[in-house]
C-alpha cells in the first residue's frame, strides 16, 4: 500500500508554487497597497469611497477581460472571468488537501484581489489557518462559486446553467494538471487523491450533471466560441462552433 505523505500547510504556502501557476497564493500584504476583498467583489455594486481603488471590483475585471479577448458581449466577458477565477480557486484549495492534507480558510473577507491583473488572477491570503479537507467544499463551492455566480447573474444576466459548467470543468481541469504534476513526480497516489476529492465535489447538486461522467466533457457552453477567432474549448459540449441564428450575428 502507497502512503501520501503531507507537508505541512506553511505560513507562507510556498509549497503550492511548484504545482504550476494557477495554485500559487500569495500571503500577506500586497506591495502595491491594499486591494479590494473578494467579499467585497462579490457585493452589490456601490459608490466609491475611501480605498475603492476599482469601484465595483467585479465589473472592472469583466471589463478588463471583454477588451482584453474582444468579447462580443458584456456576458462572454462574464464567463471567461468566472472560470479563471473559479479554476484558480480550485486550484488552490485542492493542490492544498492534496500537498498538505489541509486547507487554507479561504474566507472571501481573508482573500484580496487583483481585478487589474492578468491571468491566472492575483490572489493574496491575509492570514493563513489551516481547515480539514472536510472542508473543501464550504471554502470554495459555498465560500465562493455561489456568491460569485449570484453576483454575475445580477450583473450580466448569466446563466446559472452556464456557471456552474465553468465550475465544474475548472475543477475537472485542476485534476489533470494535478495528474501530470503526480505522474511526472512520481506519486501516482497524489493525483488518486485529487480525483476521489473531485468526484465527491462534483457530487453536489451544483455541481453534479455538469459533466459527462466518462469522459468529464461538459454539458454546457462557456460561449467564448462567440470571441473572435475562438474556436471551443477541448471539452466543451460542441464539437465544432455553432452557427448563429438568422438574423443574429
Known amino acids: 500500500m502507497v502512503l501520501l505523505v503531507f507537508v505541512d500547510l506553511d505560513p507562507q504556502l510556498t509549497a503550492l508554487g511548484a504545482l504550476g501557476g494557477f495554485f500559487v497564493l500569495r500571503t500577506g500584504v500586497p506591495p502595491r497597497g491594499p486591494l479590494p476583498t473578494l467579499a467585497r467583489a462579490y457585493a452589490r455594486p456601490r459608490a466609491d ?8 471590483p467585479m465589473t472592472f475585471r469583466v471589463e478588463k477581460v471583454a477588451k482584453s479577448i474582444g468579447a ?18 480550485w486550484s488552490i484549495a485542492l493542490g492544498s ?10 474566507d472571501p473577507e481573508l482573500l484580496r484581489w487583483d481585478p487589474d491583473a492578468g491571468a491566472p488572477d492575483d490572489l493574496w491570503l491575509t492570514e493563513v489557518r489551516a481547515r480539514p479537507v472536510s472542508d473543501l467544499d464550504e471554502a470554495v463551492r459555498a465560500g465562493h462559486l455561489v456568491p460569485l455566480s449570484a453576483a454575475l447573474r445580477d450583473r450580466y444576466r448569466v446563466s446559472p446553467g452556464l456557471l456552474w459548467g465553468n465550475a465544474g470543468s475548472a475543477l475537472a481541469g485542476t485534476v489533470r ?8 513526480h512520481g506519486q501516482p497516489e497524489a493525483g488518486e487523491r485529487a480525483r476521489t476529492l473531485a468526484a465527491a465535489l462534483l457530487a453536489h447538486p451544483d455541481l453534479a450533471g455538469t459533466l459527462d461522467p466518462r469522459t468529464l466533457r461538459r454539458r454546457s457552453c462557456c460561449l467564448y466560441y462567440r470571441v473572435p477567432g475562438g474556436g471551443v474549448c477541448g471539452d466543451c459540449c460542441f464539437e465544432r462552433p455553432p452557427r448563429p441564428a438568422p438574423g443574429r450575428s
Open 177 to 184: 494538471q494535478l495528474d501530470r504534476w503526480a505522474r511526472g
Open 97 to 106: 488537501a492534496v500537498v498538505h492534507g489541509q486547507v487554507p480558510d479561504l
Open 49 to 56: 469611497g475611501p480605498g475603492e481603488v476599482y469601484g465595483d
Open 72 to 89: 462580443p458581449e458584456a456576458r462572454v466577458a462574464a464567463s471567461v472571468a468566472q472560470q479563471g477565477l473559479a479554476a484558480r480557486l
